[in-house]
């Protein structure tokens, strides 16, 4: 869940829903009905609507925590990378399963 103190809650919209938030060991992953953050060390350093996402990856390997990769269309929009344990994999999952739909939609419909 988001806390108050979440930098994320300042930049959310009138009636912008949160749909997941994903805690990495290095950054937080919020997934909202619009768009994608990601915040690092209490700041944010990606937002971005869903319909300018290129690519979102999910890499599991044996001995280390999992990678989320999140790729704006934008180049001069950074891509973010966050190392997950495996005690977020469902989190995971269900960002994953809402976001996947979505940038399917937006891509088909551009």
């Known amino acids: 869940m988001i806390e108050r103190d979440d930098p994320v ?9 949160v749909r997941g938030v994903v805690d990495g060991t ?8 619009r768009r994608v953050f990601v915040a690092e060390n209490g700041r944010i ?7 300018r996402l290129r690519l979102v990856e999910f890499d599991l390997e044996t001995q280390r925590p999992a990678t ?5 269309e934008d180049p001069r929009d950074p891509p973010r990378q966050l190392a997950i344990e495996p005690q977020q994999y ?3 999952a269900s ?3 809402q976001l ?11």
Do not use: H, N
Not at 100 to 110: F, N
């Open 9 to 17: 809650v300042g930049r959310l919209g009138r009636g912008e829903t």
């Open 45 to 51: 350093t990606l937002d971005v609507p869903i319909d």
């Open 90 to 92: 469902d989190e995971v």
């Open 100 to 110: 996947g739909p979505r940038i399917e939609r937006t891509a088909s419909e551009a």
């Open 26 to 33: 290095d950054g937080r992953l919020v997934l909202t009905d």
């Open 68 to 72: 989320v990769i999140i790729v704006p």
């Open 95 to 97: 960002v994953l399963a």
